[in-house]
């Protein structure tokens, strides 16, 4: 059985895998990290998105074995160790963009991605528009938006804390 070493939310694993194991059934299944949720099976709504080396990938339609090497973050990986959520974290729980909760994890991961990608700002239209793939059945877009662009704001230095940028 081929085995593929990768790190994940900064641990190196090394796991025996059958060639067409998906990273979402490795991440789920071997990993138990069940933070990345499977919703579509098709990459149609992005429940499944990870970090892989840095980018948004969703993990349903990407092969473990395409992974060797690979450095992986899931939503587990975003906290800090003392259990700190991530800014982006901490404003989707501030700013209520959430409601059933299937959706958030590839949607935070999601926008971490996308304010990483605009140090120099984000409009209401281009989170808008950078969500596109993720899908809140819930249609709970408006706080998402709000609480992305309050993230951001912190993840750029422009606010101290989330709190900060309710204000």
Same mark, same amino acid.
């Given at each position: 059985?081929?085995?593929?070493?990768?790190?994940?939310?900064?641990?190196?694993?090394?796991?025996?895998?059958?060639?067409?194991?998906?990273?979402?059934?490795?991440?789920?299944?071997?990993?138990?990290?069940?933070? %990345?949720?499977?919703?579509?099976?098709?990459?149609?709504?992005?429940?499944?998105?990870? #970090?892989?080396?840095?980018?948004?990938?969703?993990?349903? %339609?990407?092969?473990?074995?395409?992974?060797?090497?690979?450095?992986?973050?899931?939503?587990?990986?975003?906290?800090?160790?003392?259990?700190?959520? #991530?800014?982006?974290?901490?404003? *989707?729980? =501030?700013?209520?963009?959430?409601?059933?909760? *299937?959706?958030?994890?590839?949607?935070?991961?999601?926008?971490?991605?996308?304010?990483?990608?605009?140090? =120099?700002?984000?409009?209401?239209?281009?989170?808008?528009?950078?969500? =596109?793939?993720?899908?809140?059945?819930?249609?709970?877009?408006?706080?998402?938006?709000?609480?992305?662009?309050?993230?951001? =704001?912190?993840? #750029?230095?422009?606010?101290?804390?989330?709190?900060?940028?309710?204000?």
């Amino acid at each position: 059985m081929p085995q593929v070493t990768l790190s994940v939310n900064g641990k190196s694993h090394t796991v025996d895998i059958e060639g067409r194991t998906l990273l979402v059934e490795l991440l789920r299944e071997k990993l138990r990290l069940t933070g %990345t949720h499977v919703g579509c099976d098709t990459s149609q709504c992005g429940a499944c998105v990870v #970090h892989i080396d840095g980018e948004s990938v969703k993990s349903c %339609t990407t092969l473990a074995a395409m992974c060797e090497g690979a450095s992986v973050t899931t939503i587990e990986g975003l906290a800090k160790a003392d259990g700190t959520l #991530h800014p982006m974290q901490e404003a *989707f729980r =501030e700013y209520h963009a959430l409601q059933c909760g *299937f959706c958030t994890p590839g949607m935070v991961m999601s926008a971490v991605d996308l304010v990483q990608k605009h140090p =120099e700002g984000l409009s209401e239209l281009e989170i808008r528009e950078g969500l =596109e793939g993720n899908l809140c059945r819930c249609t709970g877009y408006h706080n998402i938006v709000k609480a992305i662009a309050a993230a951001a =704001e912190v993840m #750029h230095g422009k606010r101290e804390t989330i709190a900060a940028a309710a204000q």
